[in-house]
């Protein structure tokens, strides 16, 4: 029906609106979510350092190397974990999980560094490594190195799922602003055809007959006084081209 | 008693079902009345033993690990997977020895079980299966077990059960572990370890002049363990490793090891020494050859030595271009010298008896070979360990196990060397040997200048 234009920007501009908080609440949450989960992954794998460090002091000074390895293995199961590597105070590796071979860039790399830093290794992928002392550092360090694809996996996958949250609720608020939209025209459509029908016939007696006319609302407020102009102005046609249907 | 181990959800079906809260909880129950003879991997004996009364189960879930009529072992050893070999042929030298021994009345009138776990040469699994031999099975002792990964992590259960005295006898690895603190008091050794190995290997490649080893290890602790027995070693003559290069343990003998030897190409080695299995060993010994790296590799016994003779020489025509460069290091001495005593014993029990690993643990073909090294080390760890439960006396207790084994001095296993235990001895052997192929066998290798000089 014709009415409905009237609610044409209104549907557009809710549309609009909604389509904005997703954008931004997206935009928040991939960027709250991105550094948190980066931040929290990290300090993670920190803690897995610290704790490798602090269970392997006793066992590095007994020089029970294979108990270390055993240690570092069960380490290498936690999830994004891709490598470990400890190496002595003197830069020695004496436990690490590296198949075939230590890459090259972690030989030259700086032994004793704990702060985090991000590697790229050949056949391997993109990591973050960080580093933990073993008894402050004069018995040597620990590396963890947690794959960053891994993380950018969760990561991506958590932002998914918000978005996908934020996504469905859109969809939910623009089907419930048209059908609103469409309840408040429906009357509205009515009252515009009655109006036409009291332009070309108003001296009809069923046209004051319409349940439209019982309404306590506005709609029917308007209808009775559409009836009543028309009955006081005696009847005046419309135009022929008001057609009042669509 | 600790009751759980965690979810069941990584049984896979490979080995012995696992512990749960729920059935430990239900165990003395169960050992009552059928756990003991359900479970699907359980194997007593060759079958004969694998038969009890309910008052035996009893008397398991008294905690005694022995009854009247039987004295079960527990074994949680590599059945399944790339190293199958070396459970299958520990195995068999034990039970030829077991069947021995019970064929002619048992020790005290009471037959020798060993009851069977396999955990596919697997950390995880091991730890499964130890905890079910220990709190379900109720074991007398822990006995055979394959593998430096798989005995390290069980080393911290035996001391969580020390009250119980639960020790792990001769398991078939050489590593410090359980030969140093703070385990060591919970394991019996009987032969040499990795780091006498290693030194042995190390000390004749340097009187050579083959000064620049390299080692290719499997990387986890049984690497580990020979990695930093090779590097000792070193040290003594004043040198450092040349080179390292490692593999996944699990590598089949049809994986590529191609960049492993480019990589020890890289540091031009005098020798390389390999810490693994056999199927990966093999597969680096057929790719350096292959690769032009034409050095002595040498071996250690947990290798599996027949198996990877076997690799390197089936199908091919010109075999001895792959296995003029090996070196195997041994812990027993070679099968094939029948004037020792106790090989000529094992020759005969073997030909007997000729054991075979239950139908049940077998999931893959393996051919046994009639005689191998592993075979014939699981038939002097049973003869030990027949000795020690004769010991024992008539009523075997878990509390005079120390006892009676600290109480073998000087002891004749009938090889060259004596066996003696002590508090401060927990290994009884000490002797390693070297072999090299001749003829598509192993024989000893007397003069390493003639041969690698």
Known sequence: MRIRRLFKWTRFGIFAVFGLIVLSTSILCIYTVDTELSAEYEVNTQNIAKTIADSSAGILLNQNLATLQSLVDQFLEVQGIRYIYITSETGEFLAHTFVPGIPEEIL???????????????????FIEVGSPILAGVAGTVHVGMDLDVVALKIQRAIGQQVYLISVMLLIAVLASIWFVNLAAKPLGELLAYAVELAKDGENDELGERDLLARDDEVGHLARLFLHVSRQGGGRGLPANTSGTE | MQSSLGPEASNNGNWGPLVTRKSVMRSGLAALLVAPFTASSLVAGRGQESGGSEDESSDWAEGRGATDEEIVLGVSAAFSGPSRGLGTELYRGAMAYFNHVNGNGGIEGRRVSLRLYDDGYQPDPCVQNTMRLMLEDK???????????????????????????????????????????????????????YNQETAGLVDNLVQIGRRRIAVFYQIDAYGRSGWAGVRAALDKHGERLAGEATYSRGEKFTGSMRKQVEILQGVSPDAVICIGAYAACAAFARDAVDLGLEVPIANLSFVGSENLLKLLTEGQDDAERYTRQLINSQVVPSYEDTSIPAVQEYRDLMARYDPQVPADLVQEEYAPFPHSFGSLEGFLNAKLMGEILRRLGPNPDRAGLEEAIFSIEDFDLGISERVSFSPDRRQGLQSVYHTVVEDGRFVPLDDWGARFG
């Open chain 1, 108 to 126: 030259e790399s700086e032994h004793s560094n704990t702060a985090p830093v991000e590697r790229s290794l050949p056949g391997m992928g993109d």
């Open chain 2, 139 to 193: 074991v007398f002792s822990l006995f055979g077990y394959v593998g430096t990964p798989t005995v390290t992590r069980v080393l911290p259960i035996l001391k969580k059960f020390q009250d119980e005295k639960i020790f792990l006898f001769f398991p078939f690895t050489g590593a410090q572990p359980q030969r140093e603190p703070p385990y060591g008091e919970f394991a019996f050794n009987l032969r040499a370890s």
